[in-house]
């Protein structure tokens, strides 16, 4: 079992930043991919960025192309997801998700179907 922590949600204004952490641990897993999707009030989860964790390749939404940074620490078992340039459509709850390599999922990084494991999720508001 593979337990996911996220830290760093909070209150901004437009035009501010934010940086989120997830540390992954637990035992017997390894990490093909992390995510980082986004689910706002009366809306369908969604896609924010991934990275693929041997060779550092960054997939982004084009909503936070440009803006967003996604960022990873090997031997921490971390992703970062920096947030630029803040804006109030970007308010949401944020989770973190974990594609372990061991379970062999396929399918793009895009979608959640890919992930085997999720964080609790923590809430970014922007206010304008």
């Known amino acids: 079992q593979v337990q996911l922590v996220e830290s760093g949600g909070g209150l901004v204004q437009a035009g501010n930043s934010l940086r989120l952490s997830c540390a992954a641990s637990?035992?017997?897993?390894?990490?093909?991919?992390m995510g980082w999707f986004r689910q706002a009030p009366g809306k369908d989860r969604e896609f924010v960025a991934a990275i693929y964790w041997s060779s550092g390749i960054r997939y982004y939404a084009d909503s936070v192309k440009g803006r967003f940074t996604i960022s990873r620490d090997n031997a921490k078992n971390t992703v970062y997801l920096e947030m630029n340039s803040l804006k109030p459509e970007d308010t949401a709850v944020y989770y973190c998700a974990v594609d372990d390599t061991a379970r062999g999922n396929g399918g793009s990084v895009y979608y959640e179907s890919r992930y085997d494991y999720w964080g609790q999720g923590t809430q970014v508001t922007v206010s304008s």
């Open positions: 637990g035992r017997a897993f390894s990490i093909r991919v």
